[in-house]
Every structure is written in structure tokens, then in C-alpha cells.
């Protein structure tokens, strides 16, 4: 989509759709929308009068100008409360245009930054959100069809965003070049995690990982089996084992010169979870295929890091396996060998994730790090706990698990903080081993449970916290600026944090 900002008045844009707002509420428009109404002979406000348009946030009126204004027709998009108005109302709003602007078979517009005027945003977040909200809601998921769908409307192809203060243009600028790295880094995620798993093999993200790295200037190491056995990853080898596809962890790394903090990212990347001998039901068992969310997001930080200019140095490890029930594979009851010599006793082969995530752990602190967060679809329980728009949080450092929430908050991600109690570390105590994977009977706190067993594996000088985002990497509804399917949650807040860190 070409998007760029534009110096001139509303009256001289010529487009097949331009948009100007309403807030909720309100009877006499002024602003952008008021030379509009003006230039339509009082249409707006007589649309208002009689109660046609309320501006309730995301809701569109389109009207035809029949040669009034230059522009073929307005769109007036509600923008809710003006007392409610933020970034995340304005993404709703932007993502709401997009959706009518298709509806309409329209692919080029015109459009104010809403809020602007009323200063209710700052001009350069309020371009970020407008772009992100179009940009995320024009998502389209790739498909395999044989046939391409004619009834399927087309993409935007062109956002005209104008204003006249030429201060606010400079602004826009500035907003729509992050919003375009951060929206494209989202989709590229959602590409991943709605990607099958016979097309998305761990090789193939091996693939991608190391175009990217080519790309970025990024140092890029590949472990493979060979390699990763000697480093000691047996809970990972395990797993890798069940699967006829290779399996690989990769790394990679942000290296400024003067930088003296790391930060360490690690996200799973189970390119399918069936369960392996514990074999899951096959109700929405397709859904794991999308167990690599974490990986995907971790992998598409790296690639914006330019944009992002962070202060600190990053580290980042992705375990990517399949894990599969076969003659070879791993089975409850085994106990396992982790990089950090702890063993564990499998009581569920279906919780890998933890599994392929305390050997990332143990090998990632092999180097010297400040902070540490692992992304991960781990626990199934999260959805019970949280529901689909919440991601759960947990940590060793009460500090670091608020400074990620906050950039939750920055970047409209919800995220809630679990409690890792340590009376629940009895639920993982083995007999055999220095601990369980996961409960045998009995499963309660599975979500808790999950990040007291990564726990074990980090070390108390790091600020660690780990992300659970199995409720939230995918939801099936178009939303807001959400198209169905992957979400590719994550990212903004990650990139929050690394702006704090
Ligand atoms: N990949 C799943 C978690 C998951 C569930 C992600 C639903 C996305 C949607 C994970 O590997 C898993 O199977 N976890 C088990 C853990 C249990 C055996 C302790 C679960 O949640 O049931
Ligand atoms: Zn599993
Ligand atoms: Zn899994």
C-alpha cells in the first residue's frame, strides 16, 4: 500500500473517497468535517439532525458529493466518546474506514489524522495509529486456492493522509514510517502462524530466518541436531526425534559497539504440536500449526530493530521442531537431560513447549544478559484463565513484569501478570527426576504451572519474564483492525519494551 502525507487543503483533494469524523455526540461539526458539510450545503449536519449519524466509534456513512466537492465521496467514520478518544480508538476507526472503503470497491483514499485537530492525539502517534489500524485490517491471508475469487474485494492500494499545517506533515511523516515497519513486521507474523505446517517446516523458517539476517546485517548461527547435541539440548533433541523433519534452533544477534546491556528474546517455535505420544484430540488440532507464534514474533523484532534503534545489544534463540508421535519418539515417564543438567521426568509428551524452552534458556544464558523474555503459545489453560484478549505475564523481577505490562499498555496489547507462588512448585516434584514437566492428574493452574517449571531454568541475576500468548495468538473473528485468523500479538508491546529498556 502507498501511503505518504500530503500539504493541502481538504476543498482540493480529488479521490474516489475521502474521510473526514465525528465524535459522538457532537451537532455542530467544525474541523475538517465542518468545510466539508459546509461545501455540501449543510449534508452532514442535517444527516446529524436527523440522527442518520451519531459517531459512534467505527461506524461509516458514506455520501456521494455529486460534483460539490473534487473528491467522488465522503466517508464520515465515529470516533466515539471524545472523552475515550486515544491511539487504540483511532487504529478501531482507521481499520473501520478500510473495511467500508472495501465494501465499496474503493482502493485509493484521502484522509484526515483524526484528532488531531482536536488535539486529542499528538500528530506523529496519530499518523502511527491511522496506519497501523488500516494497514492491519488490510491483512488478507495467503491462500492456496487453484482458482482466484472474484468476489473477493480488493486490497486499498493508496492512503492519501492531508492536512494543512505543514508542521503536522512532518509529523505524519515520521508516525507513518514506524507504523509501516511495525504493521509490516504484524502481517509477516500472521503469514507465519497461518502459514500450514507442510509449507512452514522448521527448515523452511531456517530459510526465512537466515534471508532475513542476509537482509539486516544481523550474525546468524544455525544448530543443527549434531550441533545441538554436543551443547547438551536433549530435551530439545527428544523432541526433534518423534519428527522426520529436521529440526534446527537459530540464533541471532544485534550487536551495537558502546552497548553494554543485552537483552535475550526466546520464542518457541513448534512448527506443529500434535501432541506427540500424548497425542492431542483431533477437534482444532489444525490450530497447532500455529504453535511457532512465538518464533515468528521473535524472529520479526529482528527485523525492524533498524527502525527501532534499540539502546541495548539483543540476543535472540529460536527452537524450531515438530512435535509428533512416532516409533522414535519421546514418551511419558522418560526423563530427560536439559542443558543446565537438570533432569526432567515427561509426565505429558503435549507439554513440549516448556521442554524446547529450558534448553533455549540454558543455552542463551550461556551468555552474560540483563533481561530475558521468552514469547511462547504455551499453555491451553490461558484461554480459561484470560480469555482471547489477554496474554499472561510472569517473571522473576517484579519490576521487569510491570515495565512489560506498561509497554502492553503503550502498544494497546493487553497483558496480565500471574502469580508464580511458590507453594504450586510441589505440583512438578518427581521422584525421579529434579522435576515434572507438567501435573500427572489433578491439572489446576496449568498457565502458573507452566512458568514455575521455566523458572527452574533461569538464573535470579536476570530480569526475566515469560509471555504466554497460547490464548491470543489467534482469533478467528474479523475485529477492529483484527482480520481472522493469526493475530501476531506480541510485537508492538515488544517493541515498547525495548524502547524502555
Ligand atoms: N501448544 C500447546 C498450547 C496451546 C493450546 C496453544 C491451545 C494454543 C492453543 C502446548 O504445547 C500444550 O499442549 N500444552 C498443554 C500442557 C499440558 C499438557 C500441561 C495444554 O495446554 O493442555
Ligand atoms: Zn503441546
Ligand atoms: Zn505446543
Not at 105 to 130: D, F, M, N, S, Y
Not at 285 to 312: F, S
Not at 427 to 456: P, Y
Request: glycine content about 10%; some cysteine.
Amino acid at each position: 500500500m502507498k501511503i505518504e502525507a500530503k500539504k493541502v487543503s481538504i476543498l482540493d483533494v480529488k479521490m474516489p473517497l475521502l474521510v473526514v469524523n465525528l465524535f459522538e455526540g457532537v451537532k455542530k461539526v467544525g474541523g475538517a468535517t465542518g468545510v466539508i458539510d459546509k461545501a455540501l450545503g449543510g449534508l452532514i449536519t442535517e444527516l446529524i439532525n436527523d440522527s442518520e449519524i451519531k459517531g459512534k466509534l467505527g461506524k461509516t456513512t458514506v455520501i456521494h458529493t455529486q460534483n460539490k466537492i473534487k473528491s467522488k465521496r465522503v466517508l464520515i467514520v465515529g470516533l466515539g466518546k471524545s472523552s475515550e478518544f486515544d491511539e487504540e480508538a483511532l487504529r478501531k476507526a482507521s481499520a473501520a474506514v478500510i473495511r467500508k472503503a472495501k465494501e465499496i470497491g474503493v482502493t485509493k483514499l484521502a484522509t484526515i489524522v483524526h484528532g488531531v485537530g482536536q488535539r486529542k492525539v499528538e500528530p506523529k502517534e496519530g499518523a502511527k495509529a491511522l496506519v497501523e489500524g488500516a494497514l492491519l485490517r488490510n491483512y488478507r491471508i495467503i491462500n492456496y486456492k487453484s482458482k482466484k475469487d472474484e468476489d473477493e474485494p480488493k486490497g486499498i492500494e493508496e492512503i492519501q493522509i492531508v492536512d494543512i499545517d505543514r508542521r503536522n506533515i512532518v509529523q505524519f511523516k515520521k508516525g507513518i514510517v514506524f507504523a509501516e515497519s511495525i504493521s509490516s513486521a504484524v502481517n509477516d507474523i500472521k503469514n507465519l502462524v497461518n502459514m500450514p505446517s507442510n509449507e512452514l517446516t522448521p527448515k523452511k523458517f531456517v530459510d526465512i530466518a537466515q534471508k532475513l539476517a542476509k537482509e539486516k546485517k544481523l550474525k546468524i548461527e544455525i544448530f543443527d541436531i549434531k550441533k545441538l547435541k554436543r551443547m547438551g539440548a536433549e530435551a530439545f533433541i527428544s523432541i526433534a526425534q518423534g519428527s522426520k523433519m529436521p529440526a534446527y534452533m537459530v540464533k541471532l544477534s544485534y550487536n551495537v559497539s558502546g552497548r553494554k546491556k543485552t537483552l535475550g528474546l526466546i520464542g518457541k517455535g513448534i512448527t506443529f504440536d500434535s501432541g506427540g505420544i500424548s497425542i492431542k484430540p483431533s477437534k482444532g488440532m489444525w490450530e497447532m500449526k500455529g504453535d511457532m507464534a512465538g518464533a515468528a514474533t521473535v524472529l520479526n523484532i529482528m527485523k525492524i530493530l533498524d527502525e527501532i534503534k534499540p539502546k541495548l545489544n539483543i540476543e535472540a534463540l529460536i527452537p524450531l521442531t515438530e512435535n509428533m508421535p512416532d516409533g522414535g519418539s519421546y514418551k511419558p515417564g522418560d526423563v530427560l537431560k536439559t542443558v543446565s543438567g537438570k533432569t526432567v521426568e515427561i509426565m505429558s509428551t503435549d507439554a513440549e513447549g516448556r521442554l524446547i524452552l529450558a534448553d533455549a534458556l540454558g543455552l542463551i544464558q550461556k551468555e552474560k544478559l540483563d533481561y530475558l523474555v521468552d514469547v511462547a503459545t504455551l499453555t491451553g489453560a490461558a484461554k480459561i484463565a484470560l480469555g482471547s484478549k489477554i496474554s499472561a505475564v510472569m517473571g522473576n523481577k517484579e519490576d521487569f513484569v510491570k515495565k512489560l505490562i506498561l509497554a502492553g499498555k503503550k502498544a494497546s496489547e493487553n497483558i496480565w501478570q500471574m502469580p508464580l507462588l511458590k507453594d504450586y512448585r510441589e505440583l512438578l516434584k518427581s521422584k525421579v527426576a529434579d522435576i515434572r514437566n507438567c501435573q500427572d492428574t489433578n491439572k489446576q493452574a496449568g498457565t502458573i504451572v507452566g512458568g514455575i517449571f521455566l523458572k527452574e531454568f533461569v538464573s535470579d541475576e536476570v530480569n526475566w519474564a515469560h509471555l504466554d500468548i497460547a490464548a491470543t495468538a489467534c482469533f478467528e473473528k474479523d475485529k477492529d483492525y483484527q482480520v481472522g485468523g493469526a493475530t501476531g500479538v506480541g510485537l508492538r508491546t515488544l517493541v515498547e519494551l525495548i524502547g524502555m529498556l
